[in-house]
């Protein structure tokens, strides 16, 4: 064997489709599932012998794109599918040891392209809820970045990024390029085109591969100012990479709009539809601008794709995304196939509780404990109702953060495990006695009866464990996780999506009653009902009312009627 170059060895093998997938329902690759105009095919059929003999002519087609476009014929340049336009996007502006920035999860090639020119990867994380990390990137982008890669709408989440934070991007570094891979703009119905004339650091990328039904064929383009353009032909155009019936095939595409309207507005209903009959089953899927859902299953993913392929309908699954299915949009009839196969899958919907303030009443507990954990170090009182503001506040949900962050306002700084072990000392001895269990027992065995019962609480492991034991609750919940489970705490939704996978559902309610809580539920995208805790009222319920909580409960033995 011959050593490649090393940026050939470092690259990651891209997952192929496979062979054998026209005998499937294909609902893996987000193709085109009805196929191309018949203009189409009349067009390739009038190509003469003469025409497959000689190198292609791109005039027709460059006139064509111009005024499909509304760009000037030397501001567009064709392709071999997009992805070719991109991999030359790379190739000319990035050299070894260049910074490059790639968001996650998105379209995979540009990872391929970027280790190819041995660029240096910058990783940009989209929001827990799939939302565009915009303040994030810009704190990324440095003097030295030499090209972002934007996919808009998203692969594999569908979701569409702002004109804003596209021209807010574009401004912060006018050295840097940006490209904006526009494959799915049909089924978005936006485009942001107009940029690549306002700004000369733009690149525009689109395909026929999605709308137009000409994957086979492999035919895309790219929109920049003309001198950019110049400079990307130094390495395309020598390489005559579009074909003949392509170039022929794409100039029909575009003068039969009406059948590429028309595929495109049932698709846009019949993702409408889908998602709507997908989470009556209790499963939740991303708001999507694309031709395909990222749907939500949890630890039924595999379960379902095995289903589907029983009966060969292909979906993509991808390995940073786990407990989710990619599934694009075919026809009504294709998506019923889809609907019956999940419905025998479908979930009871998951409650999720917060611990205190929700099913235990810890007013007497946690909160003079963390006063008198303070008081000790301090030596001095401690207003208790500085607690409450700063637990109003959020962020300080775990009770040891808010005796630290009490310690910090009165100028000390101690290590953790000190505070901790005085803390635990007193709960332990005292104040874990004080507590009361707060959900009727017949109630909770109801709810039991509905729904899969679990908790994500901010206690420590073996805390809210010893609770349950000492309030004969422990058997009553599936699962319980808590702060010694995660990474992040609240506000951060890793312990309660956590909890949900746990629990096997696609749909879940959580209880709380904190804005750590709200938020919490917020970013994990489930529904959230607030519980005014006990012994306070008004202030707790206006809390709530500011974070943007309808769903609220003076008590939580109300909690069935409201559900």
Known sequence: MIT????????????????????????DFNENLQGCSPKVIEAIGKISREEYGCYPEYEDLNRALSQYLGVEEDCVIASNGSD???????????????????????????ELYAQLAGANITWVPYGDDFSFPIEKILK?????????ALANPNNPTGTLISREALVRIVEANPKMAVLIDEAYTLYAKTTNIDLASLYPNVFIAQTFSKGHGLAGLRIGYLVSLKENIQVISKILSPSYSVDCLSA?????????????????????????????????????TIP???????????????????ALAEQKILVRQRSDLKG??????????????????????????????DMDG????????????????AEFFLDKKIDPALVETLKAKGGYNNDYDCTEAILALNGISLKREKIIERFDAYYDSEFKFRETWLLDEKLLLKLKEKFSLGIFTGRPKKDAIDALK????????????????????????????????????????????????AEAAKRASVDFVGVVPPGESGGSRENFIQTGVLNIVENINNLEGFL
Not at 11 to 24: I, V
Not at 249 to 263: P, T
Not at 358 to 373: A, G, M, Q
Request: glycine letters at 6%.
């Open 470 to 517: 000492r309030f004969g609750k422990e058997s009553l919940f599936d699962v319980v996780i808590t702060d010694d489970d995660v990474k992040e705490k609240k506000p951060s939704p890793e312990g309660l999506l956590l909890a949900i996978d746990r629990l096997g559902a696609g749909k879940a309610v959580y209880i709380g009653d904190s804005k750590d809580d």
């Open 84 to 110: 070719e336009a991109i991999k030359v996007l790379f190739d000319a502006y990035v050299d070894k040891g260049d910074e490059v920035i790639l968001l996650t999860p998105s379209y995979s090639m540009y």
């Open 140 to 148: 990324a982008i440095r003097p030295n970045t030499r090209l972002i």
């Open 4 to 27: 490649p170059k090393e940026t050939v060895q470092k690259m990651k093998p891209y997952s192929d489709p496979g062979y054998g997938r026209m005998d499937s329902l294909r609902l």
């Open 358 to 373: 929700v099913l235990v009443d810890e007013s007497l507990s946690y909160r003079p404990c963390i006063v008198k954990t």
């Open 288 to 306: 999507s601008f694309a031709n395909f859902v990222l749907v939500r299953l949890g630890p039924l993913v595999e379960p379902v794709k095995a």
């Open 324 to 353: 989710y299915l990619r599934i694009t949009i075919g026809t009504k009839g294709q998506m019923e196939r889809v609907l019956s196969i999940l419905r025998s899958f479908s979930l009871k919907t998951a409650l999720v509780f």
């Open 248 to 284: 022929a095939a794409a100039i029909a595409a575009l003068e039969d709009r009406d059948y590429v309207s028309a595929y495109v507005d049932e698709i846009i209903d019949n993702r409408k539809r889908f998602v709507k009959e997908i989470e009556k089953l209790g499963f939740k």
